[in-house]
């Protein structure tokens, strides 16, 4: 395995660095912020529908879940983006000017979908999905009628 040269990093590329990582930290904690609402809310409507609704209702949490789903993925694509920010700016030589926060030719490189579909938030955002459905075949199979 090779290694690459270290080299001294002036100050001024060790402060834009921090900078990015700043950001990379904010998006991870907004990214665990929506996890604890999706959770929340998931369980909420997940209790009500599970006692006072027709099947047809129990269906409407599946909304904020899917949407919640969407807003973290999207948060963990802006994340990988400031990643790979990160990384082309610790590089000697790199092409990135100095101080520079524009990550959007980074984020073409995280497909929205494939950010969607990683193990992380399908098992989690899946789970609170799968939950809801489970909830709703169970209104169905007991015969409540669509309201």
């Known amino acids: 395995m090779m290694h690459s040269q270290a080299f001294p990093l002036d100050p001024d590329r060790v402060k834009h660095l921090e900078f990015i990582q ?7 904690s907004n990214s665990f912020l929506i996890k604890g609402w999706s959770l929340t809310v998931a369980a909420a409507l997940l209790a009500f529908t599970a006692k006072e ?18 807003l973290d993925g999207l948060f963990i694509r802006q994340e990988r983006a400031f990643r790979n920010l990160y990384e082309e700016t610790r590089k000697q030589g790199t092409s990135v000017e100095p101080f520079s926060m524009d990550a959007s030719q980074f984020v073409e ?9 990683s193990w992380s938030l399908v098992l ?12 709703a075949a169970v209104i169905l199979l007991s015969g409540r009628s669509v309201a």
Do not use: C
């Open 22 to 28: 700043a950001v990379i930290a904010r998006l991870a």
């Open 124 to 135: 989690f955002h899946g789970g609170l999905f799968l939950a809801q459905l489970i909830v």
């Open 109 to 117: 490189r995280e497909p929205i979908t494939a950010v969607l579909t």
């Open 53 to 70: 609704s027709t099947w047809g209702v129990s269906l409407i949490p599946l909304v904020p879940i899917a949407l919640f789903w969407l």
